[in-house]
C-alpha cells in the first residue's frame, strides 16, 4: 500500500480501544445528536460480529430488550463513539454468532477464564 495512505489511515486509528472478541458482552458509550444538543446514550449487548481490519473495523452489538432483539453495528474507529467497555468475556466457538436470530430459546454464552 502507498506509503501516504499507510501515514493517514494510523492517525485515524484509535489507541485506547479495548481488545474484545465475539462472544463478549459490551457497552458502547455513542454521542446522540438530538437538534442543537448532544449526548451519550449507552447501548449494551453481546458481540456477534467482527469484520474489517486497519481503519476500517466494525462489530456488531446484538441486544435484546423485552420481546425486540436490536442489532447495532458499530465502525470501531468512529468518532462517535466515546468509549468502549467489556462487561463479560464469553467464550463462544463460532466468528459469527447469526444463528441466534434463529434461536426461539434464549442462548447462554460461557464465560472465559482470565
Known amino acids: 500500500m502507498n506509503p501516504l495512505i499507510e501515514k493517514?489511515?494510523?492517525?485515524?486509528?484509535?489507541?485506547d480501544t479495548p481488545e474484545f472478541r465475539v462472544g463478549d458482552?459490551?457497552?458502547?458509550?455513542?454521542?446522540i445528536?438530538?437538534?442543537k444538543k448532544?449526548?451519550?446514550?449507552?447501548?449494551?449487548?453481546?458481540?456477534?460480529?467482527?469484520?474489517?481490519?486497519?481503519?476500517s473495523r466494525m462489530f456488531t452489538v446484538r441486544k435484546k430488550s423485552g420481546s425486540v432483539v436490536v442489532k447495532r453495528?458499530?465502525?470501531?474507529?468512529?468518532?462517535l463513539i466515546d468509549?468502549?467497555?467489556?462487561i463479560k468475556k464469553g467464550y463462544v466457538r463460532r466468528a459469527k454468532l447469526n444463528f441466534l436470530d434463529?434461536?426461539?430459546k434464549e442462548y447462554k454464552v460461557k464465560e472465559r477464564g482470565k
Open 102 to 104: 434463529k434461536m426461539v
Open 8 to 15: 493517514i489511515n494510523a492517525k485515524q486509528i484509535k489507541k
Open 83 to 86: 468509549k468502549i467497555t467489556v
Open 25 to 31: 458482552t459490551v457497552r458502547v458509550d455513542v454521542w
Open 38 to 55: 448532544e449526548r451519550i446514550q449507552a447501548f449494551e449487548g453481546l458481540v456477534i460480529s467482527k469484520k474489517g481490519g486497519s481503519v
Open 73 to 79: 453495528t458499530f465502525p470501531v474507529n468512529s468518532p
Open 33 to 35: 445528536k438530538e437538534g
